[in-house]
């Protein structure tokens, strides 16, 4: 393992997203505390640029995403917001599994193989955290909050 600085990384699988999606670099906005995390550089890319590439996919017609990072205790905690439809509470806890896709096979409108998240949720459990959906109260969207053992980190000028 090594110690990954996050920002970067994120910035990263922002771009990348973006890029996938033909949208551009500011539909997503970091707001990240500096923090490092212990793990694959590989595995933290892999959960950060899934997470951000799902919320660009199923954002409104005119996709925004907040990413924000906190560090709290030995703790650090990435929150990836959309502005889609959400996540219904009811499939909230089927959406981790392999191969779950939301809704029915006839009205969906975006490709998937419903394995995205079953590879986020791995990847999270093996670097020791949690990950979990939520709604954003009154707004539209869903936020996926990804606990990671971790510390804070040098700020970059």
Known sequence: ?????????????????????QQPIEVISLNVQPA???GRSMALEMIFRNL???AVKYGAE??????????VGGK???????NGAGVPIDDRNKIFQLF????????RKRKGTGLGLYIVHTLVRKLKGRVSVHGRGKLPGAVFEVELPGQIG???V
């Open 62 to 71: 005119d996709p925004r995403v907040d990413v924000e990072v906190v560090v």
């Open 36 to 38: 490092i995390v212990r």
């Open 52 to 54: 951000m590439d799902n």
């Open 154 to 156: 040098r700020a970059h």
């Open 76 to 82: 650090v905690v990435a929150r990836i917001a959309d």
């Open 100 to 107: 779950f896709r939301g809704g029915s096979e006839l009205e």
């Open 1 to 21: 393992d090594e110690e990954v600085e996050l920002e970067p990384l994120l910035r990263q699988c922002a771009a990348a997203a973006c890029a996938h999606h």
